[in-house]
């Protein structure tokens, strides 16, 4: 009779495709892509609704895109592009390195969370600066409008100097 070799036990996992687990999380790359189009739709003054109305979505799939809780198809990113007038490239635009490295297959879903609280911290991210670059090109003035862009950079200037002597004490 045949010697039957013994054969150890490998444990197969199936390969996933596209999307992440469940419980994974959004993707970083959506959250970027999401909180593109919100900064975008909120510099041209656009809620929510407006956007879901233009899209014929609700405002609540509008909130699910913008913080990258569902993902954004090609043909509406190309949709959203055309209300909000960028180009589709913009939503990948200033991208982080390590976000962009981010594929399914190298994605360490242990680290979600701290690209989400790093989105948080963000300046660029903040509803405060967002109003306060639309109100500054509100003005008019170009010259104004100038004059503000050189105040703002000297005040910045002037508490950067005086953190630097604080520390020096």
């Given at each position: 009779?045949?010697?039957?070799?013994?054969?150890?036990?490998?444990?197969?996992?199936?390969?996933?495709?596209g999307r992440?687990?469940?419980?994974?999380?959004?993707?970083?790359?959506?959250?970027?892509?999401?909180?593109?189009?919100?900064?975008?739709?909120?510099?041209?003054?656009?809620?929510q609704e407006k956007?879901?109305?233009?899209?014929?979505?609700?405002?609540?799939?509008?909130?699910?895109?913008?913080?990258?809780?569902?993902?954004v198809g090609a043909s509406r990113l190309f949709e959203i592009s055309q209300i909000l007038d960028v180009p589709v490239s913009f939503f990948f635009e200033e991208m982080s390195p390590e976000t962009a490295a981010l594929t399914p297959h190298s994605v360490d879903t242990t680290g979600v969370p701290e690209l989400?609280?790093?989105?948080?911290?963000?300046?660029?991210?903040?509803?405060?600066?967002?109003?306060?670059v639309r109100a500054y090109y509100?003005?008019?003035?170009?010259?104004?409008?100038?004059?503000?862009?050189?105040?703002?950079?000297a005040v910045a200037s002037s508490s950067d100097a005086n953190s630097d002597a604080n520390s020096d004490v």
């Open positions: 009779m045949a010697e039957v070799a013994e054969v150890a036990e490998v444990q197969v996992t199936p390969a996933r495709r992440r687990g469940r419980r994974a999380g959004p993707h970083p790359v959506d959250i970027h892509v999401g909180s593109r189009v919100r900064m975008r739709r909120t510099l041209l003054g656009m809620s956007l879901g109305d233009a899209l014929a979505l609700t405002f609540q799939q509008v909130q699910k895109y913008e913080r990258g809780a569902n993902r989400s609280e790093a989105y948080e911290r963000d300046p660029l991210a903040k509803r405060e600066t967002l109003e306060l509100r003005i008019g003035d170009p010259r104004v409008r100038k004059r503000m862009f050189e105040l703002t950079k």
